[in-house]
């Protein structure tokens, strides 16, 4: 995205934006916990200013959090492109990968990346919030004085040995960690575990509400059809992802009733197997791409992103393997009906039946039917929408989310 | 670079790994200064963690000034694609182009992003020092009780009109302005202005001393073939830097003395400009690539580029425009003569017909000759090549720049 596409952000988001999004009540009891920390500071540490989920939410949240008057400070871990093709590696073996190994080398580099760093980024906040893995060993360099809280957004519960191994010492010397929800705390690592689910931000471009207007005008500049239903998934060509399996259930849900299958993708530049799905899904879906059935478009435009998710008569997520899946949280924000796999964080989120549907992601005539079935009652569908949307109002705002840091912060 | 091609470094640089590459005392000098700014603390911002000559400087200066006594932090500034297109113009267009504008959405991002940045990066130190234009407009929107240096590292003295009247309101603000050397100071402008050289840092991998082995066993892990002598000039293939004109420099040298020409390049993804001059050189120097006497090899080895220059019998710089030019110091201090273009910051370091030679870059058989000459007198090269050394002991070095800042504490 190296177009100006898009106005640029020229105002700052302040809590006063959030009244009438948050659930009531929700803003006094930010300020009133925010005024028994007046005169403390916190700080996050993460590897990345821009992209990904944690960079995104950090971007609302520091400056929000400043606003509600705790002083808030944003670090980026600096490293190599050889040190973050270690972290990407322990990103995959802590989550399970037990094929790939490290060397002595790789470790000396993870160590000596995260020593330097503490050297020149001062952090010697009153709390400070250390996020995945790869600053996680910044607790060993730097000076440690008052609680250091580890953030993990990954599933670590069946982690590669030698990775965790090697990072188990680091997290041991952490007050606290939190993970996204119940399935991936750890009962028998020593630290002090605490659940604080993600969430987003109902005013980024990704989120916020759009008139009928925008919403047209975007689907036009982007050529996006109208003239019949679509359903979408919105991810990366990841095979956890299963977007093969995507297009397997679309397939059946066509023979029942007609409408299109938008896939909304990102692909980076360093993700060869990415790549490679993404090539093999052409070639299979060619009729349909022909036909103008199937779309493939690129995610990078959030407003983009935020009016399919808006227009999808259904969102799928048909993961294998998931973490929280905020995507499936936005959907629900704008009122769609989400169809999910029962993986991962999804059924947080989703009551089955209620905010939502919950199905087996290997049971392609199962979702199919039940794409259809919301493809075909409009009424049911704009239930379910409503109640997902109210589901995220009270759960998986942002406005939650600094309640419960703030409560974290007066706990330790 | 993705692959570990080279051990990870594990060791931490500390000044005493100086002692014997300095000018005799200076590191007295440096203890006694910084005992004097015992407490006192500073903080680096630029736009890079890696990659580009300002981050490669302050990756070895922040921890080196640390060691010395006076904490010294670094931070870089946050920024999305959009923001980094709009500082590419303004690195352009602060250099002279006149063809490139702006528009008020694009100043808008510049403010936005470095007034976002102010409000969780915490400058609160007793000195900060902003890089380059990008984040210029810190000094607007952060506290700003104490003194505030602004670094230059590019030429603005004959700027874009419409990109200067946007960037002079910042600059204003600034207690001081460094530049590179003299040519880049402005009497125009209400700032104290001041020069302080650039420097290398000879234990870095890029000026490390070698040893014979290691020079041959990198030579040979690259193929590089030593059967006959060889010039080299390392640049990306920027227009400034008119690599096509080494070429026709080499065609003379050739036809009077028998070489090989090295050209070391970086390539940048998002540089196309310079994937054409590639493409174009790769077929005016098809007949020299085919036999071998003409060698376009990638410099991401910092070890290969160490090596190169180490081994020239000459080092070119045909450069028809130049910031200080580093890569020259970086020659002269492994002692080979250095023959380069008599722009921007050269004549700073070579003292013509002494230290190397300065020449006038459209005097295709000027240059070629001087180039002959030391091809065929290599007790000329090398005396010439020992002078360099010597220069850029006393006044580029690392360990200068350290007193330079210094001093500039103490005068604040």
Not at 131 to 140: A, I, N, T
Not at 147 to 163: F, S
Not at 363 to 379: F, H, P, S, Y
Request: glycine share 6%.
């Amino acid at each position: 995205m190296t177009a100006m596409t898009r106005p640029a952000p020229t105002k700052f988001k302040r809590l006063a934006d959030y009244q009438e999004l948050a659930p009531e009540g929700a803003l006094d009891e930010i300020f009133e916990k925010a005024d028994r920390l007046k005169g403390a500071s916190m700080v996050h540490v993460n590897a990345t200013t821009f992209g990904g989920g944690v960079a995104e939410i950090l971007d609302s949240f520091v400056l929000l959090m400043t606003d509600a008057g705790v002083r808030t400070d944003w670090r980026v871990l600096h490293g190599t492109p050889d040190f973050f093709e270690v972290t990407k590696k322990f990103h995959n073996t802590l989550q399970g990968d037990r094929e790939l190994s490290f060397s002595e080398e790789e470790f000396e580099l993870f160590r000596f990346t995260n020593e330097k760093f503490a050297r020149f980024a001062d952090l010697s906040h009153d709390f400070v919030i250390i996020h995945d893995p790869q600053p996680v060993g910044l607790v060993e360099y730097a000076l440690h004085t008052r609680p250091w809280v580890w953030r993990c957004h990954i599933d670590i519960t069946d982690p590669n040995p030698q990775a965790w191994e090697f990072m188990e010492p680091f997290v041991l010397q952490y007050e606290r960690m939190i993970v996204s929800s119940e399935a991936y705390q750890r009962a028998d690592l020593a630290v002090p575990q605490q659940i604080i689910s993600p969430s987003i931000d109902p005013i980024s471009a990704k989120n916020v509400e759009l008139s009928q207007d925008q919403v047209e005008r975007i689907l036009s500049q982007y050529e996006i059809p109208t003239d019949k239903p679509y359903i979408a998934q919105v991810s990366r060509f990841d095979p956890w992802k299963d977007p093969e399996g995507v297009l397997k259930v679309y397939e059946r849900v066509k023979t029942q009733a007609d409408c299109r299958l938008i896939f909304v993708y990102n692909m980076s530049a360093d993700d060869p197997e990415g790549a490679r799905i993404y090539e093999r899904m052409k070639a299979t879906a060619k009729p349909y791409l022909e036909s103008g059935d199937v779309l493939f478009v690129r995610g990078d435009d959030p407003l983009l992103v935020n009016v399919i998710q808006r227009t999808s008569k259904v969102v799928l997520q048909k993961s294998t393997r998931e973490g929280f899946g905020l995507v499936i949280t936005e959907a629900m924000w704008k009122g769609r009906p989400v169809v999910a796999s029962n993986v991962g964080g999804i059924p947080t989120q989703i009551v089955d039946g209620e905010s939502g549907y919950l199905v087996d992601p290997y049971d392609l005539d199962g979702v199919a039917e039940i794409v259809v079935r919301l493809l075909e009652d409009e009424t049911l569908a704009d239930e379910i929408g409503a109640n997902a949307r109210e589901r995220v109002r009270e759960r998986f705002l942002i406005t939650r989310h600094m309640l419960d840091y703030l409560d974290l912060m007066l706990s330790l």
